[in-house]
């Protein structure tokens, strides 16, 4: 069972006040908690007493960073490890009352709030009470269209419970190593939130230390309050949400400016010639931003040219002009703090399979080094695989990229690794990276090796048939579906056992009897029927009794002679059943494959006997759901029953396109000949593009990318 709420606690230089922080967490009357300790690189003793405390309470995890990402790192960290529903945080120096998470729980009021705000009192060092906030109790449900994100709540991330989702689905993160990440943050939350919960009582107690940021006069602090700004414009910009927030968004320009004025002012007895200079900074920077950045973001680069040389171009006329305005690029997201040579943490699950020696003999072998082999033996399916995620969830401070690599999975040549490295280096967003690998079994590349990086994490379950689900991550996954050369072999060399449990496997997989309707995949009873059929024409290619051992294993799943214990290496029944057919001849099992395997007619019987009334249905329900994809969407969305828009499965054949070399020339030789709006679609929706292209000089594209596109599109 996961926790209600998931307690992020940031470590960074507070020894002296750690203890007293995460004891108030430890000790409050709301226990279905988890409490994730993120250690930044701290260079004290911090990290050794959390582990110290983490011997009495069982729900404290400590994750270590390998480099210092600043507390808004620290806090992504602990957002993408959350297994809550619910995430609340406490800065380590400061602490909280004993009923502070249960208040907050229940004002979620069972699961309907997305926000639940506290107040909050300062406090000196010795307990002391400096001052008290908390607002009028009240609930925005929903949050009105019009309401200005930055008047809903104190931007602080500390004082409130907030729905995990928010963050992830939204893809929100704190930005990395800069001052004010809360205002930089909370204000796009609210951009997204549907309801927010204000509630009474003074929970939170901020320790008011006599180095706090608020009142520091550096470099840093005027460019982090620009940075502050612009990632929050940045996102309304990107979002479509700046014309509407834009009023919203100019106040807090304005606001923001006079109280860190005010602070400064206020916090000196008397203000030196340097307090002075940057007071004037501010103001310059505050006026600048307020009236000339919306002009000066819709500049060509001749309007900068001339404005930079000779001071040609008239900003205020043309701030006046470009009231607002649109920009490309991505959505802010965190940068991952990686040297050119990540660690790599390679994991193995074996079961006995025959390739395990030159599986690790082939990774002996890559040219780069710089890479851990951990093994996970003598475990069932299930566990084995919860193992691995759990361990690459434990070790995301230790690691940068993690390769789960089968023991039956082999190497092509020893550069393979060195380019998977490549793959992250040189694409900051790519969290989770799929490759094709060359199946013995089928004679045809498979999707096979999957590659993470340490900012992913998974909701750890016991399903038992689809083992490997996609994971959370705040960037991209890519899927490289066919190369043109070899990255690995999968099970070059299996053994009959092995065989025979692939077939098992698979053939759950194929048949899915005990899912309910709702849980049944067409997809999977698709791609798992099109290995088998590739398996049996390998069958009579090559006679080779291993692959009609694994078509055997499959007809006594689809006979019902094997149940649903057999995805598992040790599982009883599949032990027999293999001791019983082990010295079958392959003319002895083509005689007993052939009735469902010759004719395609056989073939059509005995698939619809595999999948079940139920899993025909799905099928035919899937195949008028992507049908209705087809139809034209400016957003390249379709709607599922329940109303909901999700991505269509353009996407991926997007980024195939996009990473191939004679689509980088197409576009280059296209591009004088089209305007601005087919050039952005072009880039950005290149499977949209060649599928509605017109004149013969754009559909040349589709032929060039048809292997790309979606399979039931290539013939269009």
Same mark, same amino acid.
């Given at each position: 069972?996961?926790?209600k ?22 000790e ?35 994750i ?10 620290a806090r ?5 490890h ?10 380590s ?7 502070m998470?249960?208040?907050?729980y ?14 909050y ?10 001052s ?42 704190f930005p ?44 840093k ?6 940075r ?5 414009k940045?996102?309304?910009i ?27 002012v &206020? ?21 600048s ?6 002009a ?11 404005a930079?040389? &000779?001071g040609g171009?008239d ?9 607002t ?5 991505v ?19 074996h ?9 690790k ?22 566990e ?17 990229i ?32 799929v490759?094709?690998?060359d199946d013995?079994?089928t004679?045809?590349q ?18 038992g048939?689809?083992?490997d689900?996609s994971?959370k ?13 070899a ?9 009959p ?22 849980e ?6 698709n791609?798992?029927?099109d ?13 080779d ?15 019902? &002679? ?33 009735p ?8 059509q ?44 499965r ?10 191939r070399?004679k ?9 004088p ?15 949209v ?13 589709r032929?060039l ?5 979606p399979l039931?599109?290539?013939?269009r």
């Open positions: 069972m996961n926790p709420i998931s307690v992020i606690v940031p470590l960074f230089k507070t020894e002296r006040f750690v203890e007293k922080c995460v004891r108030s967490v430890m409050q009357s709301f226990t279905d908690i988890e409490i994730l300790c993120i250690d930044d690189c701290s260079p004290d003793n911090s990290a050794l007493i959390v582990r110290r405390l983490a011997t009495e309470d069982r729900r404290i995890k400590l270590h960073h390998m480099e210092n990402r600043g507390l808004g790192g992504n960290t602990g957002i993408l959350a297994k809550a529903p619910y995430i609340a945080s406490v800065d120096d400061d602490y909280i009352a004993p009923t998470l249960e208040a907050l229940a004002g979620t009021q069972d699961g309907h709030f997305d926000v639940v705000v506290s107040g009192e300062r406090v000196d060092e010795t307990g002391k009470v400096l008290k906030h908390m607002q009028s109790v009240r609930s925005l449900d929903p949050i009105p269209d019009d309401q200005d994100p930055y008047k809903i709540a104190n931007p602080a991330f500390w004082n409130k419970l907030w729905r995990t989702s928010l963050y992830i689905e939204n893809e929100i993160f990395d190593h800069i001052y004010y990440q809360d205002a930089a943050t909370t204000p796009r939350i609210f951009a997204y939130a549907k309801n927010v919960n204000v509630i009474g009582g003074v929970y939170y107690k901020y320790l008011v230390r006599s180095d706090s940021v608020t009142n520091k006069t550096s470099d602090h005027k460019l982090d309050k620009y502050e700004l612009d990632f929050v940045d996102f309304f990107q979002r479509g949400l700046y014309g509407k927030y834009h009023d919203a968004f100019s106040r807090r320009v304005f606001e923001t400016y006079k109280n860190h004025f005010a602070t400064i &206020d916090g000196k007895r008397a203000l030196d010639e340097g307090s002075l200079r940057y007071l004037r900074y501010l103001l310059l920077m505050r006026e931003y307020l009236h000339l950045d919306d000066i973001r819709g500049m060509t680069i001749e309007e900068l040219t001339r930079f040389e &000779d171009a900003i205020r006329r043309l701030a006046l002009e470009k009231k305005v649109a920009i490309d690029g959505p802010p997201r965190i940068v991952r703090p990686w040297s050119r040579t990540p660690d790599v943490s390679v994991l193995t699950l079961s006995g399979e025959n390739e395990f020696a030159q599986s003999q082939s990774l002996e072998n890559q040219n780069y080094k710089r890479w851990t082999h951990k093994v996970f033996s003598g475990l069932g399916n299930v084995s695989h919860q193992a691995l995620y759990n361990e690459i969830m434990d070790n995301s401070g230790r690691y940068h993690f390769l789960k690599l089968d023991a039956d999975m082999v190497f092509a040549d020893e550069t393979v690794l060195e380019e998977i490295v490549k793959r992250f280096n040189s694409d900051p967003e790519l969290d989770h990276f490759v094709a690998c013995w079994m004679g045809k498979i999707i096979g090796v999957h590659a993470f990086s340490n900012r992913v994490s998974w909701n750890i379950s016991a399903e048939l689809f083992v689900p994971p991550r705040p960037g991209k996954r890519v899927i490289v579906e066919r190369t043109d050369r990255y690995f072999y999968h099970s070059p060399d299996p053994s056992f092995q065989a025979f449990h692939f077939g098992a496997h698979r053939a759950l997989k194929l048949c899915q009897r005990n899912r309910s309707y709702e049944k995949r067409a997809d999977a009873m791609a798992q029927w290995v088998f059929f590739n398996v049996w024409n390998r069958f009579m290619e090559t006679g009794e291993r692959l009609g051992l694994a078509l055997v294993a499959c007809h006594l799943v689809v006979s019902g &002679d094997l149940g649903e214990g057999v995805h598992d290496y040790k599982d009883p029944q599949l032990l027999d059943a293999f001791k019983q057919h082990e010295h079958s001849t392959a003319a002895e099992m083509m005689s007993l494959l052939e469902f395997w010759k004719t395609r007619s056989s073939r019987t005995y698939f619809a006997q595999a999948v079940g009334p139920d899993g025909l249905r799905k099928m035919e329900e899937d195949r008028v759901l992507r049908k209705k994809g087809k139809a034209k969407r400016s957003d390249g969305s379709r709607k599922t029953e329940g109303g909901m828009a999700k991505k269509a353009f996407s991926e054949s997007d980024e195939r396109i996009r990473s070399v689509f980088r020339i197409y576009r280059a030789a296209l591009s000949f089209i305007d601005t709006t087919l050039k952005l679609k072009l880039q950005e929706k290149p499977t593009f060649f599928l509605d292209a017109k004149h013969p000089a754009l559909r040349f594209g032929w990318h048809r292997n790309d596109l039931d599109l290539q013939g």
